[in-house]
């Protein structure tokens, strides 16, 4: 085990349990591991590296809280030696009698005279914080200081005094110092003019999205996933599903996601191929049953792990086949395979479009009315008979009547993100068994 390694490991032991303030959801550990990548990225040292994954173990553990300053300095000097003991004490103990004012300037003062090698991973700490503020402050669409009890004009000076501390005798071009500077400019801007004013609803949700994806990107970093993150888009026909997929497959791309998309099976070269001709001599039971085959067969192919998907975006595949069935044979169910546990394990997000069927007549077949005895018992079927009852939260019923189809692939997205999210931070506690978060 190298110096970074056991680090890493003692700082997840000694923060278990810890969260992070206002995102109980987010063990401790991931600031502390997001810092330390933060310090690889501009390529500082294994002892800096390992400096960072401690440096809140003084101050902030549960060993802290049993023991007294000193001796935890001592217990971290035999564990990992003077050199990375130094990095981490960052500042003396001050005073908690002292104001709030006072204590940051006496904070302040002290990084003044710090080593560079403090400096950075003292830098690097401010990064992470600011950087998942202001992407909370764009989810939310409001600037909220409230976890500050200092206020925002505190605050301001506080990370502005911070960074004139931090470049004081050093190089204040060093990447790691202009990306400070950047953030800080952002969650303390001159002016508020490019926060969010004067925008019109749409772009307010789209910067809301963007954000939301940076975040689960950023989640990405720290953590992949075994297996993709699975998406199935059913619903009533003729409501813009096919359009939404393709839309998300290119959203998802470009913010270097690496995304899969299959489309409905029955609109692919490999249906026309497979059946050719032949499918006007089949019934319609063995037509149903070999299409199923056939998308069954593509979609565990797309989700299999470890192969580099991040993820899956499916047109009509597992879930919708269930419903073709029940339409098709009125609650006979085919016996080809039992679908329902494929779905229940590996489909993470079910978007589900329906619309007025009177809508949808007019709108997608010429007002042929024949059609609409068809389409609600399709509608019916989807919603009333239990096909997305078993995925609860994940299911996400978008009424399309009267959207368009930029309108549904935002809306869409905007119910993958949290699905997405959660996902992300499971895998992340499961892996370094931060079970303890909420």
């Known amino acids: ?28 550990f991931m600031h502390l591991i997001s810092v330390a990548k933060i310090l ?25 809280f049993n023991f007294t300053r000193k001796d935890m300095i001592n217990k971290i000097e035999r564990e990992f030696g003077k050199y990375i003991c130094s990095l981490i004490q960052g500042t003396s103990e001050i005073p908690k009698s002292l104001s709030w004012r006072e204590r940051k300037q006496r904070t302040i003062d002290e990084i003044r005279k710090l080593p560079f090698e403090n400096k950075v991973i003292i830098c690097a700490d ?49 990447p790691i110092f202009r990306r400070l500077k950047s953030i800080i ?10 926060f969010l004013l004067n925008a019109n609803e749409k772009e307010v949700r789209l910067r809301k999205l963007t954000a939301s ?9 720290l953590n992949h996933l075994e297996q993709p993150f699975v998406v199935e888009f059913t619903g009533m ?37 497979f059946f050719g001709d032949s499918i006007k001599k089949l019934s319609k039971e063995k037509i149903v049953q070999a299409t199923s085959a056939l998308q069954y067969n593509q979609f565990l192919g797309a ?18 086949m269930q419903l073709r069935n029940y339409v098709a044979f009125q609650n006979f169910d085919i016996p080809i395979e039992n679908y329902q546990q494929i779905c229940e394990n590996s489909i993470d997000s079910l978007i589900v479009s329906c619309a007025d069927t009177v809508s949808v007549i007019r709108k997608d077949y010429n007002g042929l009315t024949e059609e609409e005895e068809k389409i609600q018992y399709y509608n019916d079927a989807l919603l009333r008979n239990g096909y997305c009852k078993d995925f609860g939260k994940s299911c996400h019923l978008i009424e399309t009547t009267l959207l368009d189809a930029d309108c549904f692939a935002l809306e869409a997205a905007e119910s993958i993100m949290p699905d997405m999210r959660k996902k992300y931070i499971k895998s992340f506690n499961n892996r370094y068994k931060c079970n303890s978060c909420k």
């Open 185 to 194: 400019d952002k969650v303390f801007p001159a002016s508020l003019s490019d």
């Open 213 to 221: 994806v940076l975040e689960v990107k950023r989640l990405k970093a």
């Open 40 to 64: 690889e990225t501009y390529h500082y040292s294994d002892y800096i590296v390992a400096a960072a994954y401690l440096h809140e173990v003084i101050e902030d553990t549960k060993y802290s």
């Open 237 to 273: 026909p003729r409501t813009f599903e096919h359009a939404a997929v393709q839309d998300l497959f290119n959203f998802f791309s470009s913010y270097g996601f690496k995304a899969t998309l299959l489309n409905d099976i029955t609109k692919s070269s490999i249906y026309n191929t």
């Open 126 to 174: 401010k990064i992470n914080h600011l950087e998942d503020l202001y992407l909370t402050f764009e989810k939310n669409g409001k600037r909220d200081f409230y976890a500050f009890h200092s206020g925002e004009q505190n605050q301001r000076w506080y990370y502005n005094q911070v960074y004139e501390s931090l470049i004081d005798s050093v190089d204040e071009n060093l």
């Open 303 to 320: 989700i299999q792990p470890n192969r580099g998907t991040d993820i899956v975006l499916a047109e009509r595949s597992i879930v919708d």
């Open 1 to 28: 085990m190298n110096i970074k390694e056991k680090a890493m490991y003692f700082a997840i032991q000694s923060h278990k349990g810890q969260t992070l303030n206002g995102e109980p959801d987010k063990c401790k």
